[in-house]
């Protein structure tokens, strides 16, 4: 145990104030636009029903081991990414910088997501979408240019909703783990309470079960496609707010005797029964347009903005009572769905940088907002939507596969899962066992090598949405390619002296 560091004695960071706070912020972050946009397109296209089987197993095997594994980091070293990194393996801050670079990218533009969402519910109660809810998500709110070439000029109703959301998000942060474990106490009740009755509004409408045979009919055959378990695996990564550094830095927050293992099975399957809900919900919703319009749901349905800005304003101006209201509800929802996710990925930016400078946290956290507010305005343009898509499509594809693999084989294979399987079982009420060291060190790993591989491939053969190669150079391999030499340059940085002596809570002194 010689590497591991001494015990830090200054100043101990924010906790959290209440266990709860520590779980709702934790299943804010996870809970986000992901569970309503992607999973129930995700679900539907492998295999329906039969998916739940591989998104289970891959919750079981890769989802709540690998939280575990994040949760025991963070609280272990008391640090951010990057410094728990740091205390774990010399030379690895890295990695814990690559996850936060990733995360600080994947902010950007999600609040312009957000600023859509401000911008719809502007238009809630008067249905200002009109008839033609596509024409007008692209042409008179993005005002959509022909192609990524021509940005156009700044999309100033988009900028002012961008505006918004981070002064939203700068408030929410502002005092760290105080403010957060206050505004969660809202942020995560209140999306699913409007969930809740957006899925019985859902229910009540003709044609509700023609969408939920379609959502959950099993194809048993699916499970035979590799490919449906990848799926599971992706989605399970992405919506657990995985290899971001995210869980790492709220894990950093907990009191000394904290149960780990339990706190990442609530989370996990709190999330998982939010994307159960959205997928009813959603389903349930798309069957009554499908039967409206006489089509089939396939012929309705969309995933990504199509789905939420498009096909779910269709369905909006065709209820039979208080659509508007209806409208205000979904939006606000999406706007609360959101907000945690995106401050929980600005946090883990600002805690990196207050552990790594020994900086307060004030001037931190503004100037990271403000950068993340610049750069999202590239998405804020006319030709915003193209590069959001092809940045959200690389960074995903390879930022986070890439952090999540190099972070199983610094901790799994260099550090030790055994020494983190053990430090997690300390406090927690039921303990895990050798087949954790396993998941860790082989199973997730070879999971990720296998989706790398096979994601690389297809990204190498056909280029990703059509888009013309420079604009893939540069807004795909480029942000991804910057992201990793900013890791390294970060890691570089002459860090805070007491942050780089100093190690976490427990230290591997008392353990
Ligand atoms: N998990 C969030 C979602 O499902 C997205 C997210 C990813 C949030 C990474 C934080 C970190 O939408």
Redesign the pocket.
């Known amino acids: 145990m010689s590497d591991e560091p001494k015990l830090l004695e200054s100043g101990p960071p924010a906790k959290w104030n209440r266990r709860s706070a520590f779980i709702l912020a934790a299943i804010g ?7 309503v946009w ?1 999973f129930p397109f995700v679900c539907y296209e492998n295999g329906g029903g039969a998916f739940l089987i591989p998104y289970l197993v891959a919750i079981i095997t890769a989802g709540i081991p690998l939280m575990i594994l994040e949760f025991s980091l963070g609280h272990k070293m008391a640090s951010g990414a990057p410094i728990s990194f740091a205390k774990a393996r010399k030379n690895s801050e890295w990695v814990g910088w690559l996850m936060v670079m990733v ?1 600080f990218v ?2 950007a533009y ?1 609040a312009v997501i957000m600023s859509w969402c401000f911008n719809y519910l502007f238009h809630s109660f008067s249905l200002g979408w009109g008839n033609d809810p596509g024409a007008f998500f692209t042409d008179k709110l993005l005002h959509l240019s022909s192609g990524p070439g021509e940005l156009g000029g700044l999309n100033w109703p988009l900028v002012a909703g961008l505006a918004l959301t981070w002064i939203w998000i700068y408030f929410c942060i502002r005092k760290g783990a105080k403010s957060v474990g206050k505004v969660v106490l809202v942020t995560v009740p209140l999306p699913w309470l409007l969930l809740l009755i957006l899925a019985v509004r859902g229910w009540t409408l003709d044609g509700a079960n023609v969408g939920l045979n379609f959502f959950l009919n099993p194809d048993w055959s699916k499970l035979l496609d590799p490919g449906v378990w990848l799926a599971a695996y992706g989605q399970v990564f ?5 290899a ?1 550094g ?1 869980m790492i830095t709220y894990a950093s927050y907990l009191p000394r005797k904290s149960d780990i293992n339990n706190n990442a099975v609530i989370i996990g399957l709190s ?1 998982a029964a939010t994307s159960f809900l959205a997928g009813i919900t959603v389903f349930s919703t798309l069957g009554f347009l499908a039967v409206g319009s006489h089509h089939t749901v396939a012929g309705v349905m969309e995933s990504g903005p199509g789905l939420v800005f498009a096909v779910y304003p269709t369905i909006l101006n065709q209820l039979p009572f208080w659509p508007g209201f209806f409208a205000a509800i979904f939006f606000i929802m999406l706007l609360t ?2 907000i945690d ?2 401050f ?2 600005v946090e ?1 930016t600002s805690e990196a940088w207050v552990n790594k400078l020994g900086l307060k946290r004030k001037p931190v956290v503004i100037t990271v907002c403000v950068l993340a507010f610049a750069f999202g305005l590239l998405f804020a343009t006319d030709g915003g939507l193209y590069w959001l898509d092809i940045v959200d499509n690389f960074i995903n594809k390879f930022g986070l596969i890439l952090g999540g693999l190099f972070e199983c084989i610094v901790l799994g294979w260099l550090y030790g899962a055994r020494k983190l399987r053990e430090y997690a079982n300390r406090y927690s009420e039921f303990k895990i066992g050798r087949w954790w060291d396993f998941l860790i060190k082989f199973f997730t790993p070879a999971i990720l090598v296998v989706t790398f591989g096979m994601d690389l491939v297809k990204t190498i053969t056909e280029p990703y949405g059509g888009y013309p190669d420079w604009a893939l150079f540069v807004g795909g391999w480029g942000v991804v390619a910057l992201v990793f030499m900013l890791s390294f340059v970060f890691m570089r940085i002459r860090a805070n002296k007491n942050q780089a002596l100093a190690g976490g809570q427990g230290g591997g002194t008392d353990g």
């Open positions: 972050s996870a809970v986000g636009l992901g569970n992607r995360g994947i902010t999600y992405f919506s657990f707010s995985l971001f995210v999330d769905l959101g996710s995106a929980s990925l883990a």
